[in-house]
């Protein structure tokens, strides 16, 4: 049972990785230097939180691992974040957009799991969910500046609905391994969020004069390994120190 909850856990720390890593390219490249700070520093957040479920994860599983085991010595296929935490900047749009989609998402997990009867859980929820909160005001603020900005700006924000609401779905499903420690009451339901998703979604695309889309489509794969070139080249360029000095001390 200890392994089904390890690989529980996994999905939540490399959605927050991988999209904390995404986040850390922005720094240098903003469009402003508010953002410049903002978007690496919200990275920050999400690496901690990665950090902290990775160290539980090391605790369950009882195997004499660290955190830099699975954040670095793992291969593509071993990562199980959602494909919508990977896709590449892109553009600020993008990442905007992005990091709305998964910060409505997790502001309803982490206050759900704060109900969780694991108190480990709790502790990391408590964290996250204020972090959230931030992330939610600053890229839903974002959302309705780009969308109500210029026909350019729009523009934009039009493109990156096309481009990334497909990948939204698999926000919301519940794996083998979660669902064993859903009925135990230990980690939320992700299908119950759902529709306060959507609500809180439809209000921020409402006043950016966005148009939410109707579509079913869904691209999915991730929770099982199956994942874009991109991701590759995201951990090549993450891993590569840390392999070429395997059991470096710094």
């Known amino acids: 049972m200890s392994q089904i909850l390890t690989k529980a856990l ?10 904390g890593h995404r986040l850390s390219e922005w720094c240098g490249h903003a469009p402003l230097l508010e953002e410049d700070l903002a978007l690496p520093n919200m990275g920050l957040d999400l690496i901690g939180t990665a950090r902290s479920l ?16 699975f954040a670095f010595l793992r291969n593509e296929r071993e990562y199980v974040n959602c494909l919508l935490v990977e896709r590449p900047n892109f553009n600020f749009a993008h990442t905007i957009l992005k990091q709305l989609y998964f ?10 799991a704060l109900n969780s009867d694991d108190e480990m859980l709790v502790g990391i929820a408590g964290k996250a969910k204020k972090e959230m909160a931030y992330h939610v005001r600053h890229s839903g603020e974002w959302t309705v500046r780009l969308g109500d900005g210029t026909s350019v700006s729009n523009k934009k924000m039009l493109q990156a609905v096309n ?20 009925s135990k009451n230990i980690l939320p339901d992700r299908t119950s969020f759902k529709a306060n998703w959507q609500k809180k979604i439809k209000t921020i695309f409402k006043q950016a004069f966005i148009t939410y889309p109707n579509n079913n489509d869904e691209l999915l794969g991730g929770r099982v390994g199956l ?18 000095h395997p059991g470096a001390q710094w």
Request: net charge negative; glycine share 2%; charged share 25%.
């Open 227 to 244: 994942h874009g070139e991109e991701l590759g080249h995201l951990l090549a360029s993450m891993q590569s120190v840390h392999r070429l």
């Open 10 to 19: 996994l999905e939540l720390a490399d959605d927050h990785l991988i999209l």
């Open 103 to 112: 910060s409505v998402f997790m502001e309803l997990y982490w206050a759900a």
């Open 163 to 182: 481009a990334l609401h497909l990948y939204t779905n698999e926000l919301f499903i519940n794996t083998e391994n979660s669902e064993t420690y859903i």
């Open 54 to 69: 990775y160290t539980y994860a090391c605790q369950v599983e009882d195997k004499n691992k660290s955190e830099d085991d």
